[in-house]
């Protein structure tokens, strides 16, 4: 009997997904760019539509018996609801921009933000980007049964912690972070930059800025704790590889519970004496400590950096340090987990925040940003500055 040919249409709705994750990135990427915003949120706007009629879609050709459970239903009813509030929100942002733009236009003007209509606009960028990546991960459940995205992840954080490139990630990974740590460290100790020239001049001098002081001092110590972390974490395959220079015969101090003949962690063995070196507890505890120290520091960053005034000076784009800052913390928390969790673990707890917490995240997001997006319509040409 000849083996089942496969469907050409199968991968179709695959590509498709893939086509509407590379223009969204794209789109986001824009958002952000303040010279190209109004094209990115464009792009944007237009592409969610589409997205929107596909997962719609998608959801009538969903077939859903009394066997269905109730989880399973909840999802589904929170995607169904979530498409259609996204769907209409960007409907009316997309009516408010063309309003917008052709009453500028008559004047040969760029739209002009009042502060508080700048924070909204801010705000609604955010829940856009926030409610369209979680209707992506409860779509993945609503179309796969949990136990297939359980193995997925599993698959693709295995791959990279243990895989063939699992090494070169783990070499990487701290030259990204301490190379965007320098960077930002250096941005800290610069003399002073003139930021912006008109309608006033607004210079930025972290030597004397009060309000950056907190979080350049707790940076500060996160980056130095996390460049002790680094160290730890390289000279561990070094040490291994070189025990015949090391020599002596490190035991395990009974004061950490390891009996003098304790044998159950090893990192290597001497190739000349055939006796086990034993620096696993100096190993562990540096690692852990640093790590431990270099966390709650960067927690106090996060705090700290919250608090500036959204426009003080240093926290204009051409400092480039909030830019810096974002990079470095995602690239720490990435590296900190990559070393600290195992594969098995990592899906676990990736995908029971996927499972749980995203779907009812998505409902109240999705309806915020319905809410939000109606006030904005109503309000935004009042608040516009003349």
């Not at 959801?59 to 498409?83: C, H, K, P």
């Amino acid at each position: 009997m000849a083996p089942p040919e496969n469907n050409p249409s199968d991968s179709k709705p695959l590509i498709k997904y893939i086509f509407f994750l590379i223009v969204f990135i794209v789109s986001f990427c824009f958002i952000k760019i303040k010279s190209i915003e109004i094209f990115g949120l464009g792009l944007f706007f237009a592409i969610n539509i589409l997205f929107c009629i596909f997962i719609g879609k998608e959801l009538s050709n969903q077939s859903y018996t009394d066997n269905s459970t109730t989880e399973r239903l909840l999802r589904y009813g929170s995607l169904i609801t979530a498409v259609a509030f996204s769907f209409v929100s960007t409907i009316m942002m997309i009516m408010t921009f063309v309003t917008l733009q052709s009453k500028f236009a008559a004047n040969h003007s760029e739209i002009m933000w009042s502060p508080s209509d700048r924070r909204k606009l801010d705000t609604i960028e955010i829940l856009f980007i926030t409610a369209t990546t979680f209707i992506g991960v409860t779509t993945l459940y609503v179309f796969n049964s949990a136990e297939d995205v359980h193995k997925m992840s599993y698959n693709i954080f295995n791959t990279a912690l243990n895989g063939s490139a699992a090494n070169w990630l783990r070499v990487l990974f701290p030259i990204a972070i301490i190379g965007v740590g320098s960077a930002l460290y250096g941005r800290l100790q610069m003399s002073p930059l003139e930021v912006n020239k008109t309608p006033t001049n607004v210079t930025c001098d972290p030597q004397t800025n009060l309000a950056l002081r907190p979080f350049k001092d707790a940076f500060i110590k996160t980056y130095w704790f996390l460049f002790a972390f680094v160290i730890v974490v390289l000279a561990r395959p070094f040490i291994e590889a070189n025990f015949n220079i090391f020599g002596a015969v490190i035991h395990p101090s009974s004061i950490f519970g390891f009996q003098k003949d304790d044998r159950s962690i090893i990192f290597g063995q001497n190739p000349k004496t055939g006796s086990f070196v034993r620096w696993d507890v100096i190993y562990l505890l540096a690692k852990y400590a640093f790590g431990l120290a270099g966390l709650i520091y960067a927690a106090f960053s996060i705090k700290y950096f919250s608090e500036i005034p959204p426009d003080n000076a240093c926290l204009y784009t051409s400092t480039h340090i909030r830019q810096l800052y974002i990079a470095f913390i995602f690239f720490l928390i990435v590296f900190y987990t990559f070393n600290t969790l195992s594969a098995s673990t990592l899906t676990n707890l990736t995908t029971g925040i996927m499972r749980y917490f995203v779907p009812p995240a998505l409902f109240g997001t999705s309806y915020y940003l319905i809410l939000i997006t109606n006030y904005f319509v109503h309000v935004a040409p009042k608040l516009i500055i003349q």
